[in-house]
């Protein structure tokens, strides 16, 4: 029998037991929007092998959540594309993508095939609308529901104590994560359906919600007349699993062996660009550390090496390998450990007491200046660096990963108080970042305000006892020649 899913990352939604009648089991592809390496598909897998009957796949983009957008829209059907590939022609299976042309298109459509199904799996995200969308779908559906977390290497919810700290998490995830290891997710998880027919979406389904097959093949749907944000528009970079792959590919070729030393420096550009893709799904933690595996001919030997929270040598890799894991794995891991375990993880009153106190303090303290919410998306302020990084995120929907430390610094220098601050830093960053919206996202956005930080000195105005950063000294460390010239001249867009 092929592995089984584990069960820490298996959530029972409702305590319904399958129907043994139901023609198909349904999983419903919310977040993890990929067909391989893919916990929650691997257990739609395993329940439709188990009562013997064909697994639907229904990927559904709707368009009225918040920031929906040209960008955001683009690049998830760029995703839909590639799964409808891989998908073609597999025995036991049906991929069933719909697109929502008007705001409440699509309402019904879970309860509608859900109904005939035997059983419902889905994705298990911690945040954005996911949370609110699984609570309304408990009350559509009347069979078993799960939601199974294929987000990382460790399942977000095998503790439920929120870490303060990189060091401390970094620590627990050395103690656990060989266990974890040892139940990677299946490379192709429906190649256990051979056996099986190919199951048929209810015809009054598909006439009341068409599939969008046909305009995927045509290169997907007019976005143009969707009723979505127009002034966010698509960027260069293609997404869907297709070319996550390619971009691994990438930067492990020409990327990786600089990384420990020259990913700060703007110039370099040896990021490894994977976030977008891996908020969106469409590559899983486990495929990068496998490729990353054979890339340093590392096989793993973790149980004898001490938890000591150090960032370099307990994987037993190269440096730079070494750093890239601690982006990709620890921080990454960390914002989902906050994410799944506070439902205010998107909150101001989730910081820390002491930068909270600190902040309070000094919400009096005077500004050199105050910007617009308007000033600040058109990049219109009279540092040269920042508007450098703004127009990178207004063009290329990601800003580089140093410069955006000091993007949110200075943001809350150039507004009326911490909390406005923060309110400004999650509308510009979710409305115009590929990577937004995501437990990342809040986790870079508090970092600013000294989430995952300690007290700093010397205390000073504004910043309080929060770290401190000044364009003059990011300029003074690194590399920005042709990054300025590359984001500097023009308007934003």
């Not at 058109?378 to 990084?389: L, R």
């Not at 406005?420 to 600013?448: F, H, K, T």
């Not at 010397?458 to 006892?465: A, Q, T």
């Not at 929060?466 to 003059?472: P, T």
Request: glycine content about 8%; overall charge neutral.
């Amino acid at each position: 029998m092929p592995a089984r899913v584990p069960e820490p990352r298996i959530r029972l939604l409702n305590p319904r037991a399958p129907e043994p009648e139901g023609a198909y089991v349904l999983y419903w592809m919310t977040s993890l929007r990929r067909t391989a390496d893919n916990f929650a598909l691997q257990r739609a897998a395993e329940w439709a092998e188990e009562l013997g009957r064909g697994l639907v796949i229904l990927e559904a983009l709707g368009c009225n959540y918040e920031w929906a957008s040209d960008r955001i829209h683009r690049f998830v059907l760029d995703g839909m594309r590639d799964n409808a590939r891989a998908l073609r022609g597999r025995a036991g299976v049906a991929y069933y993508p719909y697109v929502e042309s008007s705001r409440g298109q699509g309402r019904g459509l879970l309860a509608a095939v859900a109904a005939r199904a035997a059983a419902v799996v889905t994705d298990d995200f911690p945040t954005f609308f996911i949370p609110d969308m699984l609570a309304a779908a408990v009350r559509q559906v009347d069979v078993r529901l799960e939601a199974v977390d294929g987000n990382g290497l460790m399942p977000m919810r095998d503790t439920d104590r929120v870490y303060a700290s990189a060091y401390a998490f970094r620590r627990h995830l050395q103690k656990t994560l060989p266990t974890h290891l040892d139940q990677p997710p299946l490379q192709d998880p429906v190649a256990r359906l051979a056996a099986l027919d190919r199951p048929e979406v209810p015809r009054e389904v598909l006439e009341m919600w068409p599939s969008a097959h046909a305009d995927l093949k045509a290169g997907g749907p007019d976005i143009g007349r969707l009723p979505i944000d127009h002034t966010v528009a698509p960027v260069s970079l293609e997404g869907g699993p297709i070319a996550a792959r390619a971009r691994l590919d990438e930067f492990l070729r020409r990327g990786l062996g600089e990384y420990a030393e020259q990913r700060n420096h703007p110039d370099e550009e040896v990021t490894s660009g994977l976030s977008p893709y891996l908020h969106f799904g469409h590559i899983a933690t486990h495929a990068i550390l496998r490729r990353l595996a054979e890339a340093e001919g590392w096989t793993p030997a973790l149980d004898c090496r001490p938890a000591n929270g150090k960032r370099t040598g307990w994987w037993g890799m190269s440096p730079d390998a070494e750093a890239f894991l601690d982006q990709v794995v620890t921080w990454r891991e960390l914002g989902f450990n906050m994410a799944a375990n506070r439902a205010d993880h998107r909150e101001y009153d989730s910081l820390p007491e002491w930068a909270r106190d600190t902040l309070a303090d000094h919400a009096g303290d005077p500004r050199p200046r105050l910007y617009s919410l308007e000033q600040l998306e058109e990049a219109a302020t009279d540092d040269e660096i920042w508007n450098a990084a703004q127009r990178q995120l207004h063009r290329d929907g990601v800003i580089h990963n140093y410069l955006r430390m000091l993007w949110g610094k200075k943001i809350l220098q150039w507004t009326e108080s911490p909390r406005e601050a923060a309110r400004v830093m999650i509308q510009l960053n979710n409305r115009y970042a590929l990577d937004g919206r995501d437990p990342n996202s809040y986790s870079g956005i508090y970092w600013c305000l000294g989430r995952y930080d300690r007290p700093w000195g010397p205390e000073r105005p504004i910043f309080g006892k929060i770290r401190y950063m000044s364009s003059k000294n990011t300029a003074r460390k690194l590399r920005l020649r042709e990054y300025l010239e590359r984001y500097s001249a023009g308007p934003p867009r």
